[in-house]
C-alpha cells in the first residue's frame, strides 16, 4: 500500500516515483515519437495541415493518445505505440480510397454539404438539421464583407465546417436582409434602402410594400424591415 500523500513531499511533486534518470529517457522518448509523428502525418497527406474533416479529426486525437502513453509511462514500451500510429494510418489510406470511390461511403463518413442560403433566403430547415443559428450565418457573411442578404447566391455548409459563399455576378438592384447587427444604428443608417419592399426579419424573404402586413409565405413571421440595396 502506498504511503500517504504529504505536500512536502517534493521529490514525488516533481520526478513522481521514477528515478531521476528516466529524465533523459523520457527526452529520447520524445524525440523519437516526434519522428515517428512527423512521419505519420507526411504520409497522411497534405490534407491533415488544412482544415480538418471529421475523420481527420479523430485520426489526430487517436494519434496523440497513442503517443502520450509512451513518453511519460516507464512501465510502457514504445513499439505498441508504433503498431497504433500505423494502424491508424492504415485506416486512414483505406478510408481515402473507400470515400473517393463510393459517393455513399463518402457522405456516411464525411457528411453531406448542406445548402442554407439560396437565392438571398435562410433556408431554415437545412439551418436546423446543421444546427447553425442566423446570428453565426450572418457573422460569417459579415467577415466576407457582405451586407445585403440579397446579393447571395448560395451559402455552403461544408463537410470541414466551413462556409462556401457564391455572391451574384451582378450586384446592383439586389434587394435584401440587412445582416448587419440591429445596434449598430450608425453604419445601418450610411445604407441605402428600397422603400417599395420589405425584407422578412427571419428567413429574408422579400416582397412589395403593401404585402407585408400579412405573415412571411415562406416562414409564417410576421416581422419586417425595409430592404437594403447595397
Avoid at 502525418?41 to 485520426?59: A, D, H, K, N, Q
Avoid at 466551413?162 to 451574384?168: A, L, R
Wanted: a neutral charge; glycine letters at 6%; aromatic letters at 8%.
Amino acid at each position: 500500500m502506498s504511503k500517504d500523500i504529504e505536500l512536502t513531499d517534493w521529490y514525488r511533486i516533481f520526478l513522481g516515483e521514477v528515478p531521476p534518470e528516466f529524465i533523459f529517457e523520457v527526452i529520447g522518448r520524445m524525440l523519437f515519437v516526434y519522428i515517428i509523428m512527423v512521419a505519420s502525418l507526411r504520409l497522411l497527406g497534405r490534407r491533415m495541415e488544412s482544415m480538418l474533416s471529421r475523420g481527420e479529426m479523430v485520426t489526430l486525437v487517436t494519434l496523440g493518445a497513442s503517443v502520450g502513453v509512451a513518453i511519460h509511462t516507464p512501465e510502457r514500451g514504445i513499439l505498441p505505440s508504433l503498431a497504433v500510429i500505423i494502424a491508424i494510418i492504415l485506416l486512414q489510406v483505406i478510408q481515402a480510397r473507400v470515400t473517393s470511390r463510393n459517393s455513399r461511403a463518402e457522405k456516411f463518413i464525411l457528411d453531406q454539404i448542406a445548402d442554407l442560403i439560396k437565392d438571398g433566403r435562410l433556408l431554415l430547415d437545412e439551418m436546423k438539421k446543421s444546427r447553425i443559428t442566423r446570428e453565426r450565418l450572418f457573422a460569417a457573411l459579415r467577415q466576407k464583407g457582405i451586407v445585403n442578404l440579397g446579393t447571395v447566391q448560395r451559402l455552403y455548409f461544408e463537410s470541414k465546417g466551413v462556409f462556401s459563399v457564391i455572391t451574384y455576378i451582378e450586384k446592383e438592384n439586389k434587394i435584401g436582409l440587412c445582416v448587419l447587427p440591429e445596434g449598430d444604428t450608425d453604419f445601418r443608417a450610411e445604407l441605402l434602402y428600397d422603400e417599395n419592399y420589405k425584407a422578412c426579419r427571419t428567413c429574408g424573404t422579400t416582397v412589395s410594400k403593401k404585402e407585408h402586413h400579412v405573415n412571411c409565405t415562406y416562414c409564417n413571421t410576421n416581422e419586417w424591415e425595409t430592404a437594403v440595396t447595397q
